[in-house]
């Protein structure tokens, strides 16, 4: 009862938040850059940047013309995407959908990964498997992300052909419907084993390279919260009423030690978006990171804000999630706020 | 180097539910070895409650924790001696004890929990914040009391019932445990461990059991938390309760009546329990014979009465004598002059000698050893010493009958 009046409280804050952070970008955007550039060509004469200005609206106030972009998003007109010569509305799902299952499979990869190697260090504090798992952790979270990318695809796909670029092979996304728009679930509502199997294969090298640095986030916080929650009075009399140890760290420990692990995993999240942009460079890999670069670099500001307002509904949804999580784990947390 | 208890062999081993002999628990750190418990020896006999009294630091948790091998190794280490215990079985039928240092460990969870239970200091840290006090007293039940729930099946439990009785459920089992037909199986489980899970608490004098059990530990006070230990410690009739300070975090007001109730279980379950403290006071109403430690040995072992009355070592007179009490007018209380000795790779000698008022030369070069001839009962002190045995003049050992100087 008491989740459920929190989760509505935060829903309906979220559109603030939204206006909140629409309004920081629209204001760096105009502020920083010209809202047209992307249609200027150098032969232009001066009347026809005018009339350009004036059918965007250019000559209106600034409050005017966030009201009628405003009014637009309301409306599910995000404007037309300069980068991809379409209406932003037609191409962003399609992105979302390419971006959500990069990085819910980076998540997959990080959280698994994290929670199972900080589990399997942190009970085995200042031994070998310990120092190993903390030099792979440490390692993890001082890569830079677009230089062990690079790495990644010279050893897998160069050398090693083990695994391929982009997201698919094109004859097989093309044998399948696309009703999601996430290569993976479409494979499986279709029942195409082929193209199920293509999706993971290219899924696999851009998801662990971009879910290392975030593995390496959990796997340290795990760790070190396992490692001190073993020391707790609550283990010893655990293991006085005679359970196995098994019990003892599944039980007990690991699930005080997910506590603040949880709070972590909400942060990774967005580090995932971040690296997201370079990994779907490198990786060729069409979502909205891919999609973002581009625009900024030709000044394409609607595409600018409909990724700016995704990837925050994004990071905002995934907090929330990560709040509920807290709140089961630690039953001492009220929820509120 | 054992206790001597005021019977002979043959009687001794049958009454007693434990046995310490020169128990040695070290740890290994970088300053050196640190001789946490360094020769301890005293028995306990079957039904008694015996007081482990010392300050801290001076080994009397370790020697609890050494019962049940809940030292961390590294970097502890049992370095010495054993812990003989007698199962309920063996003290009827003359059987051999168990050396619990010894024990293979499936051996040791099965003892842990069953046959020796544990109050600790603290209930609020001993209780797990994360789960519900139903889950955490029914493992104890899951853990040691598998047939006993499984009565109402007459041994013909499926597989999956069978394993989540012992908490061996894995996650498909878990699954398969919401829908038909293990459902209703899966939940006269549940009601049957509610039943028990519910007595336990009830017998506590916990009047509304159905609720604390829903509840989680933060919800509780200090004093029904502590209640709840108990519970989930007397709740499979062990032949041991090792009581580490169980009222130490307790207000004074709750302090009474933990200590009343765990009185009354104790004659009801007729357990044996091993009382630690650092207060004299307390022991002394709950206790039926006494060991003082200091510095990771014993320093005198006696009844209540004759540790109060006389004390035999130097220790543990210094320590009534910073009892107050309502003999002691203001500003009587003697404390103890020095610090504890730093028990890191000690030399032989009594740990107590540089605080002693009575100590000569040999009291810095020789071990004394807990020896009950001469004082009557165990006293580890030079003092009561033969010269003969130490191989000195008798006027080199201390004279506690003079004066102190």
Redesign the interface.
């Known amino acids: 009862m008491q989740i459920r009046e929190y989760v509505i409280r935060r829903l309906l804050i979220l559109p603030l938040i939204l206006i909140g952070t629409s309004l920081i970008v629209f204001t760096l955007g105009r502020v920083g850059g010209n809202p047209i550039a992307i249609y200027l060509e150098h032969e232009m004469t001066p009347e026809e940047v005018a009339q350009l200005e004036d059918r965007y609206g250019l000559n209106d106030s600034l409050p005017e013309q966030y009201v009628a972009w405003l009014g637009g998003v309301l409306r599910g007109d995000l404007g037309f995407s300069g980068v991809s010569a379409a209406p932003v509305m037609d191409v962003l799902p399609r992105r979302l959908a390419a971006t959500l299952e990069l990085s819910i499979a980076a998540a997959i990869v990080a959280i698994s990964m994290g929670i199972g190697l900080g589990t399997f260090a942190g009970a085995r504090r200042d031994r070998l498997p310990d120092h190993l798992t903390r030099v792979f952790a440490i390692s993890g979270a001082a890569t830079p992300i677009f230089w062990f990318a690079i790495v990644m695809l010279i050893i897998f796909w160069v050398y090693l052909g083990w695994f391929p670029v982009g997201r698919s092979d094109a004859t097989i996304f093309a044998s399948i419907p696309h009703p999601t728009g996430v290569y993976t679930i479409d494979a499986v509502l279709a029942g195409s084993w082929t193209a199920f199997r293509d999706a993971i294969w290219h899924l696999v090298l851009p998801a662990v390279t971009l879910g290392y640095g975030a593995t390496a986030i959990i796997t340290r916080m795990m760790r070190s919260s396992l490692a001190e929650e073993l020391n707790e009075d609550y283990v010893d009399a655990a293991r006085a009423k005679g359970l196995p140890e098994r019990l003892v760290l599944r039980r007990h420990a690991r699930r005080n030690a997910l506590i603040p692990t949880v709070t972590v995993i909400g942060l990774g999240f967005g580090f995932l978006l971040q690296g997201s942009v370079v990994v779907e460079i490198i990786f060729i890999w069409p979502g909205l990171g891919r999609w973002m670069a581009d625009a900024v670099l030709r000044g394409d500001q609607a595409t600018i804000m409909a990724y700016v307002l995704f990837t925050s509904i994004l990071f905002l949804i995934v907090n929330l999630i990560v709040d509920i999580l807290y709140a089961y784990l630690d039953r001492r947390v009220v929820l509120g706020g | 180097m054992t206790a001597a208890a005021p019977a002979t062999a043959g009687e001794k081993t049958a009454a007693l539910v434990a046995s310490v002999e020169d128990l040695r628990v070290h740890f290994e750190l970088k300053a050196g070895v640190l001789h946490a418990v360094d020769g301890v020896s005293f028995d306990i006999a079957d039904g008694e409650t015996l007081g482990l009294v010392g300050e801290t630091g001076c080994g009397k948790s370790v020697t609890a ?1 050494s019962f ?1 091998r ?1 030292i961390p190794t590294p970097p502890g280490r049992y370095a010495g001696g054993r812990i003989r215990f007698w199962p309920k079985e063996a003290r009827q039928s003359g059987g051999e004890p168990v050396d619990l240092l010894q024990v293979p460990t499936s051996d040791m ?6 046959r020796i ?2 109050i ?3 209930p609020g ?7 519900p006090i139903r889950e955490q007293v029914a ?2 039940f899951y ?2 009391r598998t047939e006993d729930l499984l009565e109402a099946w007459n041994g013909r439990a499926p597989r999956p019932i069978r394993r989540a009785a012992s ?1 061996r459920a894995g996650k498909l089992e878990r699954l398969a445990f919401k829908f038909p037909p293990l459902r209703s199986q899966s939940k006269r489980l549940k009601r049957r461990v509610d039943e028990l899970v519910g007595d336990a608490l009830a017998e506590t004098q916990i009047h509304n059991p159905r609720k604390i059990m829903a509840s ?1 530990p ?1 919800e509780l006070s200090g004093g029904m938390k502590q209640r709840v ?1 108990i519970a ?1 410690a007397l709740a499979c009739n062990p032949d041991l309760l090792i009581a580490d300070e169980p009222t130490t975090a307790l207000d004074v007001t709750i302090q009474a009546r933990i200590l009343e109730l765990i009185r009354e279980l104790q004659h009801a379950h007729q357990t044996s329990v091993l009382y630690i403290s650092h207060d004299l006071s307390l022991v002394r109403r709950i206790c039926d014979r006494i060991a003082v430690m200091y510095a990771g040995r014993i320093a005198e072992i006696g009844t209540t009465q004759q540790v109060f009355h006389d004390p035999r070592h130097p220790y543990t007179q210094g320590l009534l004598a910073a009892v107050p009490s309502f003999a002691h007018r203001r500003g009587e209380l003697a404390a103890i002059e020095g610090t504890v000795p730093e028990l890191i790779d000690p030399d032989p000698s009594c740990r107590f000698h540089t605080r002693c008022a009575f100590a000569t030369d040999i009291c810095g070069r020789v071990d004394p050893v807990l020896d009950g001839r001469v004082a009557g009962r165990p006293v580890a002190c030079h003092g009561y010493a033969s010269p003969e045995e130490l191989g000195v003049a008798a006027a080199e050992l201390p004279h506690l009958d003079r004066s102190p100087a």
Do not use: C, S, T, W
């Not at chain 2, 969870?109 to 069953?114: E, H, Q, S, T, V």
């Not at chain 2, 840290?125 to 789960?131: D, V």
């Open positions: 924790r049940l809940l969870l099965d003892i842990r929990g069953n239970a544990m600790f200091q603290d840290k001993a209780l797990n914040p994360a789960l493992e104890v853990q040691h908490q989680y933060h230990m989930q």
